[in-house]
DNA sequence: CTGAAAGCGCTTACAG
DNA sequence: CTGAAAGCGCTTACAG
């Protein structure tokens, strides 16, 4: 028995006889054998290895992420691994190609970072998720926050905030620059407009929405509503809140935008825009898998709903 | 310049004279060349990828090792792969092997798992992380309960807790066996049982507490205070009390196990026991990455100590 | 349907 | 200090 005979066996070529294959299997099961994944990667030319590259893997955001990725990619018969991206990104593009990455899905990629420019000019596949750049296109998975935005401004306006402000995520992501126009957008077709005071800007996570409450809060006149540029943020605010010693709703009102698990917890109840995140990491690993099998194809963009889920952080302003 | 020179001089191979290593490296730089690390592993015959294999990725006590566990193995030259364990685990060695991982940190092991054992058998190096399966020896790093259980229990029944229940984790780990011992063994020390009733077990996470909570306050006569195998479980726990308008010291009064970032917060304040996993984690990765550069060693096992973090969850029992 | 040959990109003795 | 040869474990034409 030749070893293309057992490779071809293996891997159930169709111009292997069914005797053959069964006699293969039956032996390598007995041996223990199964085929290295490193030798067939050389000889391909490419692994089945798919990297996820993120800035801050402690964020409680991207655990929700990770979990259904890596679910999804070992469906499709692929391996998750974890890069983090310093911020020069310079070495992570080398790094992609001399592991031989078959794909990675960038999950931090900021407006103007130079990484998607370096992956495409060494022919690395990779999509966008959540967030784009838009100056090298690719595959992306996002999130439409329109819907949400609305059913939130319209919950909030109706229960009669006109003094509102926000802890929007950074400015140089397509997430922040995005969730940021809509609301601005939405207000301004209300006749409300946002203070150039009240509004924050910072990275995606908890110490940004916790000082951001507090400097809010430490005004003589504060916003009586907070819009928070995701659950993370939101949660540093509420907790800011607390520790205070203000009350949420009754003193102030702070929204989200995620959903993740913690903000349904009784003890937290945040309201917020919702939307299928677990789907979007699927979809991103089903999105980069054919794209690895089919890099001529148009660039496909996957847009995801949103909705309004009212919980117990917004409430009427105090009059 | 042949390919042998290139590789050494790559490599800093003391055998290559500065002056071909430095054309060889600006060469490389001008070119954008790095060596292919799967070239590499081939030849060598090991790869520098760990595995992290553990159950639920879902889980936040595991976002908390895989940051400081990747951080470090970075730091190491090394690459984290993410394996979850199927009930069964067969198929878990097999696939180490056959994409040729150089080891796998083990954090999700039962006492019972045969992962350990298909592991040694086939050569692969691993430590075993928070948890430990005694029939397969190997490199540990764990936590030793005892201070931490002994400064939450004396504060507990220096308040005045007779009456005590509690949500264990899984019997079939180390871990959740080994706090439960050391519970019974601190109690008993100061003669206090615990009743059978009010005792519960399950796996390591949100809805463990929670049901258990439930079940427990369901009762005619439930404890004053509730134990909690970690973290998470005691998140459960304090939301069910939360969704039931059970006060929380005031009614009931909650401990966990792992002091979680989660806990600190404000809307939290979990008294808790503490110890320190990122410090852990990377000592894992340093265990490991040593073991697979000396395979014969000894296993060495390295303890972390736990202390008392007394916050707002352990009150006084109602009279 | 099966096998011999060549090659993927490295590293490791072995010469020189 | 440098290079030619062989091999790591696969796959892919190419014959038969």
Redesign the interface.
């Known amino acids: 028995m030749s070893q293309p005979t057992v490779s071809r066996a293996l891997r159930d070529d169709p111009k292997v006889s069914e005797a053959t294959k069964q006699r293969v299997r039956d032996a390598a099961a007995a041996l223990?054998y199964?085929?290295?994944?490193?030798?067939r990667?050389?000889s391909v030319g490419r692994?089945t290895?798919v990297g996820l590259v993120v800035t801050?893997?402690?964020n409680?955001f991207?655990?929700?992420v990770?979990?259904p990725l890596?679910?999804e990619l070992?469906r499709l018969g692929h391996?998750?691994?974890?890069i983090?991206e310093s911020s020069d990104s310079g070495p992570v593009a080398?790094h992609v190609?001399?592991?031989?990455l078959c794909g990675v899905v960038l999950a931090t990629t900021t407006v103007d970072s130079i990484l998607p420019a370096r992956l495409r000019d060494?022919g690395v596949p990779f999509v966008y998720f959540n967030r784009t750049a838009p100056s090298v296109p690719a595959d992306s998975v996002t999130v439409d926050p329109e819907q949400g935005v609305r059913e939130l401004l319209a919950d909030v306006i109706g229960r009669g905030h006109r003094r509102i402000g926000a802890v929007f995520g950074p400015r140089n992501t397509s997430t922040g620059e995005q969730r940021e126009q809509v609301v601005r957008a939405v207000l301004d077709e209300n006749g409300i407009g946002l203070a150039h005071r009240d509004v924050l800007h910072g990275p995606f996570d908890f110490r940004t929405g916790h000082d951001g409450m507090r400097t809010l809060l430490d005004r003589d006149d504060p916003p009586t509503l907070v819009l928070c540029g995701n659950d993370v943020v939101a949660?540093g605010a509420?907790?800011?809140a607390?520790?205070i010693g203000v009350d949420v709703p009754g003193d102030v009102s702070i929204a989200g935008f995620d959903d993740l698990p913690?903000s349904g917890?009784?003890?937290?109840r945040l309201s917020t825009v919702a939307y299928d995140l677990a789907e979007m990491s699927r979809e991103a690993a089903r999105l980069l898998v054919g794209r690895v099998g089919n890099p001529g194809a148009e660039p496909v963009h996957a847009v995801y709903p949103t909705r309004y889920v009212a919980r117990d952080t917004v409430g009427a302003p105090r009059s």
Do not use: C, M
């Open positions: 223990g199964s085929p290295s994944a490193i030798g990667a050389l692994s290895r801050d893997l402690d409680q991207y655990a929700h990770i979990a890596h679910h070992e391996e998750l691994v974890l983090t080398e190609v001399a592991h031989g060494r949660l509420l907790n800011a607390k520790e913690t917890w009784a003890l937290v």
